[in-house]
């Protein structure tokens, strides 16, 4: 079979590789792709733009496609699976509607609150007076958000007044038309499930945790993810039968009470309480990035089964997911400037001489006269596996060594709260 996956990221090029290790899949057409799918042995890079449903709908159906898999929010906030859908097309991903549980923080929200989700008490502004207003009964810190899509870096933690003021004052002047959502801050550890859902049955994969602040120790900016791991000790199995029974099912619930059938990922942002309790600090309707970097290569079930299953509403009837076993990191390889301004064009070398259980998935790369370029702001993501997390970690850490491109920028410490607990007597 063939599968299109629409994207042009790391999450991107990990999907088309494990897709690429199943006998079943003969080719993957990525939409635009990067320069590492270019050179994925069976895998075609189709250079469209990522809002031209027309010609991907037209590739899907000339060259008959049997499954779409949409990696980015943006095409399916804007609508991409219902125009697949129309023409009777394969395509696993939330309609347009259902994407608004990403697209919208403040529908995300009401849908949390009506499903009786564990989730920070909020309030929606919707313009710079209310905000301010709300502010005076506001503890610190807080944390505020754009209502819309900011590719994971619409999120800020305000530590005082001034800093909330600074931060509404921005958001309005960029987003004047649009809401923010401030709630009470949770303090807590990140954790990540992602589930496969065909709108009745919701399984989820197995637990990670990405490093979304740019500095080390958790600090500085928020930014797309600098790195993750998987699986994440801090989440048990009792832990996510919680999780599965207190969220990811009352969600999908309360989807279908609004005549929503969500078909896709449902990814999760939770944070683990010091007392243990989940609460959702965001719902994305898609695979996370780097998560997918780090779940996919521990998945042995095939890929294309599980997704076909969902698509055609028959998950309850799917096989138990099989994981091997051990850990799996990714850490990336970050431009000069990001997140704010990125420095791209930068010439990468390196990649040729790492040992063969390396696994490099490309970002922001793109291929000018046989050599490799940067061309955005996260470009690589390099990563291993391990039998434990030291390991995969090590490996990762050497391998960097010989990867060089001016202005490269990468955390050191990513799985440093997974170490730290594990220290403890």
């Known amino acids: 079979m063939k599968i299109l996956v629409v994207g042009n990221g790391g999450r ?47 590739l899907a159906e000339v060259q008959g496609v049997a499954l779409t898999v949409v990696g980015p929010e943006v095409p399916l906030a804007k ?9 009777n097309l394969p395509i696993f991903g939330p309609s347009r509607q259902a994407a608004q549980i990403e697209a919208s923080k403040s529908w995300a929200k ?51 007044r001034d ?6 004052e921005r ?18 550890e990140e954790v990540s499930v992602i589930g496969v859902t065909d709108g009745e049955t919701i399984r989820p994969l197995i637990a990670a945790q990405d490093h979304k602040r740019l500095g080390e120790g958790d600090t500085g900016p928020n930014t797309g993810g600098m790195g993750a791991y998987a699986p994440a000790p801090i989440l048990s199995s009792a832990l996510l039968e ?34 243990g309790d989940p609460y959702v600090i965001e719902f994305n309707c898609r695979l996370g990035d780097p998560e997918a970097q780090v779940i996919l290569p521990l998945l042995e079930t095939p890929l294309e089964s599980l997704l076909l299953a969902c698509q055609e509403g028959r998950l309850a009837q799917f096989p138990p997911l099989q994981w091997r076993s051990g850990y799996c990191a990714t850490v990336v390889l970050a431009s000069e400037g990001y997140p704010d301004s990125p420095i791209t064009d930068r010439l990468i070398t390196g990649l040729s001489s790492l040992p063969p259980d390396i696994l490099v998935f490309h970002a922001g790369t793109k291929r000018k006269n046989d ?22 970690l090590s490996k990762v850490y050497g391998a ?20 730290a607990d594990r220290s403890q007597p």
């Open 79 to 87: 609508g991409i699976v219902d125009y697949f859908q129309e023409a």
């Open 400 to 419: 960097i060594g010989s990867i060089h491109f001016d202005g490269m920028y990468y955390r050191r410490d990513i799985g440093w709260r997974a170490l």
């Open 171 to 188: 958001l309005f002047e960029q987003r004047p038309q649009e809401p923010v959502v401030i709630e009470e801050f949770i303090p807590g």
């Open 110 to 160: 009401d849908l949390m609150q009506a499903a009786n989700v564990p989730t920070a008490p909020y309030q929606v502004c919707p313009d710079r007076a209310t905000a301010l207003a709300y502010l005076e009964g506001c503890q610190f810190p807080t944390v505020i958000k754009a209502d819309g899509l900011a590719a994971g870096k619409g999120v800020t933690i305000v530590r005082d």
């Open 12 to 58: 991107e090029h990990a999907l088309a590789w494990r897709f690429l290790r199943s006998e079943r899949v003969k080719q993957v057409l990525c939409i635009p792709g990067n320069g590492g799918t270019a050179t994925l042995e069976g895998c075609i890079n189709v250079p469209l733009l990522l809002d031209d449903f027309a010609g991907m709908r037209r």
């Open 163 to 168: 800093s909330a003021i600074a931060t509404i």
């Open 371 to 392: 050599q490799l370029y940067s061309s955005g702001g996260r470009v690589l993501n390099v990563t291993a596996l391990g039998e434990d997390l030291a390991a995969a």
């Open 242 to 275: 919680r999780v599965q029974k207190t969220i990811l099912e009352p969600t999908l619930a309360q989807l279908r009470t609004r005549g929503i059938t969500y078909r896709g990922f449902l990814y999760a942002g939770l944070m683990i309480t010091p007392g």
